[in-house]
């Protein structure tokens, strides 16, 4: 079965700093997706950023951007210029290709942003 | 957004009664999930759906079941509501060849 870990339950930073939020899961698939949600207070589920497992290229929306190390199976999440906005739940997931398209999550991370 | 609806959005309820939660959709997509979300286990499946009347299992499904009679309707039901079923449900939705999943707004249930 497929696991997603989030080792760090809570992290903060500065307003317009730069902080990564780590993520590492286990699959024995080759073919996959990862995304990253943000969940602020509202409880809204929001897609911050997916990844294919295909692509070589890490992806990039706006101030967020991912490290993929295939290989080594970790999915960082890089927020730069944080914004108040930011602060919320920030929850890994893992998806294989087909399978009923289920997504594994992970325990999350929840953002503080400090003036 | 997506087009889900969770009803209710939240509720109370005593051990040992029925509850039956519902996710609508109008965007005519093939999967539908319930989730729970709890404090330290992040979002975990209950149960999915890949079709009308078409259901499966996911990793906490003891003490749930489903059904799904139309494309856009999916019911989730506590036979006999316990303690450890307070929790926050969302339900879900994908494509067959999507990627992202769209999620509805939640419900809070709260079991005394």
């Known amino acids: 079965a497929q696991t997603v870990t989030q080792s760090q339950p809570e992290m903060s930073v500065q307003e317009a700093e730069t902080v990564t939020l780590s993520c590492t899961y286990d699959?024995?698939?080759?073919?996959?997706?990862l995304f990253w949600y943000k969940q602020p207070p509202s409880r809204q589920m929001i897609l911050v950023i997916r990844?294919?497992?295909?692509?070589?290229q890490n992806a990039t929306e706006n101030r967020f951007s991912v490290n993929f190390q295939k290989a080594a199976k970790s999915f960082s999440l890089k927020i730069s210029d944080s914004q108040l906005g930011d602060a919320a739940m920030y929850f890994c997931?893992?998806?294989?290709?087909?399978?009923?398209?289920?997504?594994?999550f992970g325990t999350g991370t929840q953002l503080k942003v400090e003036l | 957004d997506a087009g889900i609806t969770q009803s209710p959005r939240h509720k109370v309820t005593e051990t040992g009664t029925p509850v039956t939660l519902r996710c609508h959709q109008t965007?005519?997509?093939?999967?539908m999930y319930w989730y729970r979300q709890d404090p330290g286990h992040g979002l975990r499946l209950i149960h999915y759906s890949y079709g009308v009347k078409d259901t499966d299992k996911g990793e906490v499904s003891d003490g749930y079941s489903v059904s799904r009679s139309k494309t856009e309707d999916f019911l989730l039901t506590l036979e006999s509501a316990t303690s450890s079923q307070t929790s926050v449900y969302f339900c879900?939705?994908?494509?067959?060849?999507?990627?992202?999943?769209?999620f509805g707004q939640g419900t809070r249930l709260t079991v005394v």
């Open positions: 965007e005519n997509h093939r999967y």
């Open positions: 879900a939705i994908s494509e067959s060849r999507g990627t992202e999943a769209f």
């Open positions: 990844q294919e497992a295909y692509k070589q």
């Open positions: 997931a893992y998806r294989k290709t087909g399978g009923g398209n289920k997504l594994t």
């Open positions: 699959t024995s698939e080759s073919d996959y997706y």
